[in-house]
Every structure is written in structure tokens, then in C-alpha cells.
């Protein structure tokens, strides 16, 4: 189920402190991190869905839009503080959108890096969530 799952926060004087723990707070074992930055204003990123990959997307900086779509319809997700995700389940069409400058997006995903994994056009998404 697509959610937003806050992560524990460390307050201090000193600087705050977030944490994600494989099996805590992800409902999977991370396979693979990799992040999204230098992103010009306006660009758009995702635009697919991955067919078994489940992900948990942090903006550990600045903010940007994520909107899902799980076959019926779309919801749009605003991160924008580094102590909470997004939770994305497998066969999830997802779009990143509204960059601001500087922003940072970090994604953990369940898998590695598969391009077998993508479904690009959106139609056939649809067809196969029916
Ligand atoms: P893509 O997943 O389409 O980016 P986004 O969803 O952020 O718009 O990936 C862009 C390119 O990077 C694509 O050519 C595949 C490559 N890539 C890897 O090699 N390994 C990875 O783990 C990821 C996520 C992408």
C-alpha cells in the first residue's frame, strides 16, 4: 500500500538526526540506493512503474512532487523535510516533478538495477492493472 512512513528523529542542539534501518522502517531488504540531484527546474523524472521493484523515496533535501498513480487514479506526495518517505509498492506508475533547486531525492529500492523491471508506456500500465 502506497504511504508515507516517518522515520525516527534525533532532535539536537547539534544538528537533527534521521535513521532507516533495513526490516524497521522499510517494509523490504534495500538492494540498492541511488539518488536523484542537479535536477534543472522544470525537468520531470520516473514517468514508469517497476513490475516487482518496490522503493522508498526521501527528499534529504529541498523538495519535489511525487505523483502515483496505482491504476485508478493519481495522488500527488509533497517531500520536502528529510524525517519522513514515500513508500512505493511494486506496479506503482510514478512521476517526479517540481524540483527545487538543490534538492536531493534518495530512492532504497528492493532490487538491483533491472531494466527488464520497466514498464514505460503508460497505457499498458493500465491495461495490465485492470
Ligand atoms: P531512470 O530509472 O529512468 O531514472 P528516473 O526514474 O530517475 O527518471 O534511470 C535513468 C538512467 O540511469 C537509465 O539509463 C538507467 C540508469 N540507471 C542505472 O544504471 N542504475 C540504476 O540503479 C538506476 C535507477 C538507473
Known amino acids: ?8 528523529k534525533i532532535l539536537d542542539e547539534r544538528g537533527n538526526l534521521s ?15 541511488y539518488w536523484v540531484y542537479d535536477v534543472p527546474g522544470g525537468e520531470l523524472r520516473g514517468s514508469h512503474a517497476l ?4 522503493e522508498f523515496i526521501v527528499a534529504l533535501s529541498g523538495s519535489f512532487d511525487v505523483i502515483l498513480n496505482d491504476g485508478n487514479r ?15 509498492p511494486s506496479m506503482t506508475w510514478r512521476t517526479l516533478k517540481n524540483f527545487s533547486t538543490n534538492s536531493l531525492a ?11 523491471e520497466y514498464i514505460r508506456d503508460f497505457d499498458y500500465f493500465l491495461k495490465l492493472k485492470k
Open 1 to 8: 500500500m502506497i504511504r508515507i512512513i516517518d522515520l525516527p
Open 19 to 33: 535513521i532507516i534501518e533495513e526490516g524497521n522502517q522499510i517494509p523490504f531488504k534495500i538492494k540498492r540506493v
Open 51 to 54: 513490475k516487482s521493484t518496490e
Open 74 to 88: 493519481n495522488r500527488k506526495y509533497s517531500l520536502n523535510r528529510s524525517y519522513y518517505g514515500i513508500y512505493i
Open 106 to 116: 534518495v530512492v532504497l529500492a528492493s532490487k538491483e538495477y533491472d531494466e527488464k
